[in-house]
């Protein structure tokens, strides 16, 4: 029960950070989201969709009870957001910058593993 709790907790936060990231991608113009290493509008487009999409498949699938096997596929599927995050802010120089995807990207790994052992509500 506890290791359920734990992973609820994980999995509420996540979904939060990704639901906030994903929306601002999409409203915000694109020069607001300008970085060091300029990306395509169409891609910040997309990994934003991806984040609001990975986001709700966090939580929905295991509140709903109708396709819980989504859970550990959306937490995948954020943790190769954060692989490319955490390579592109190291790219940059930003070695200490680089931490903040890195924790977040082993997070979404406890979910996706944690949830593909255990059922979403048990």
């Known amino acids: ?3 359920n709790t734990v992973l609820w907790t994980i999995q509420g936060l996540l979904a939060a950070l990704f639901l ?3 929306v601002m991608k999409l409203v915000l113009p694109i020069e607001a989201m300008a ?3 300029a990306l395509p509008g169409a891609f910040l487009r997309l ?3 991806a984040e609001t999409l990975g986001a709700i498949g966090l939580i929905l699938p295991g509140l709903t009870r109708i396709r819980p096997e989504l859970t550990p596929a959306a937490a995948a599927g954020l943790v190769i957001i954060m692989i490319g995050a955490t390579v592109l802010t190291a790219a940059t120089g930003s070695v ?6 890195l924790i977040v990207g082993l997070l979404a790994t406890t979910v996706a593993a944690g949830r593909s052992r255990q059922p979403v509500l048990s």
């Open 1 to 3: 029960m506890r290791r």
């Open 20 to 22: 906030f990231a994903g």
């Open 35 to 37: 970085g060091p290493i």
């Open 47 to 49: 990994i934003g969709v």
């Open 96 to 101: 200490a910058g680089a931490l903040f995807p």
